[in-house]
């Protein structure tokens, strides 16, 4: 299993938490959010952050003092001149694959990279909890969703590779990056397994703080539920993502409290 060291949240429109809570994990091909940007885009319609064009897509950047452009002509090729550029390109195969996203607020060692802060309580000693910027930014980003917390990971992500042992799959937290000027995967590793690239996000994405399932599709299928069981135990529905202020975690044992 990634690190997942912080709290693990799903937010949920208020009519599928019931079914989330259920057990149900809704997966949609990543064709479905590549065409929701473009469509977005055709109607002139504000961009929402829900979908991206650039899903599955490996970034190539160019400099003049490590690369040359040369084109052709008549037989003889000529060097243009350039400040920088950048490629982007994706596999066949990338948009049938099937997503599903949790938000991860994440628990650093330094509290300056930390979506946490040092607290003391009475009876824990020192605790952390979620910085009051990273809740006024998840409320603005995730309006009018429900956050389910998912309290114990461990139980979770056993019951969900139960259900999936047969399937081909891969989890982890993304990786946000500036789009014009690196992208966090070497070739060597978006060769291994193009799929990489489906964790990295565009730096637009970043308040999202996602951490994504990915499962293959031999099928084509459109959309996949998964279902792993009850998750009651491990999850708890909140009211509203100000009741992260409730929250918190220790690092002895990464245990995660309310109050």
Not at 14 to 34: C, K, R, W
Not at 102 to 126: A, P, Q, V
Not at 129 to 146: A, C, Q, T
């Amino acid at each position: 299993m990634e690190n997942m060291s912080g709290m693990f949240i799903k937010f949920l429109r208020p009519e599928h938490v019931t079914e989330f809570l259920d057990g149900s994990l809704f997966f949609m091909n990543i064709g479905y959010f590549i065409e929701l940007e473009k469509e977005e885009e055709e109607k002139g319609l504000d961009k929402k952050g829900y979908g991206d064009k650039y899903e599955g897509h490996l970034f190539r950047f160019f400099d003049p003092e490590n690369n040359i452009f040369q084109i052709k002509i008549d037989g003889e090729y000529h060097t243009l001149p350039f400040k920088k550029g950048r490629s982007v390109e994706s596999r066949e195969g990338i948009r049938s694959l099937l997503i599903n996203c949790f938000t991860l607020i994440k628990h650093e060692d330094s509290t300056d990279n930390s979506d946490f802060y040092l607290d003391y309580h009475e009876d824990l000693g020192k605790v952390y909890k979620v910085k009051p910027s990273i809740l006024d930014i998840l409320e603005k980003e995730f309006e009018g969703r429900i956050p389910v917390w998912i309290h114990n990971t461990e139980l979770f992500m056993k019951r969900f590779e139960a259900k999936t042992e047969n399937i081909r799959c891969k989890n982890g937290p993304v990786v946000y990056f500036d789009e014009n000027s690196n992208f966090p995967l070497s070739l060597e590793e978006v060769n291994k397994d193009f799929a990489n690239t489906l964790l990295c996000k565009r730096k637009f994405y970043e308040n999202q703080k996602e951490y994504r399932f990915i499962l293959e599709n031999p099928k084509g299928l459109d959309c996949l539920k998964v279902e792993i069981g009850d998750l009651r135990d491990c999850a708890r529905q909140l009211e509203s993502i100000q009741d992260l202020k409730g929250l918190f975690i220790t690092t002895e044992a990464t245990e995660e409290h309310s109050v």
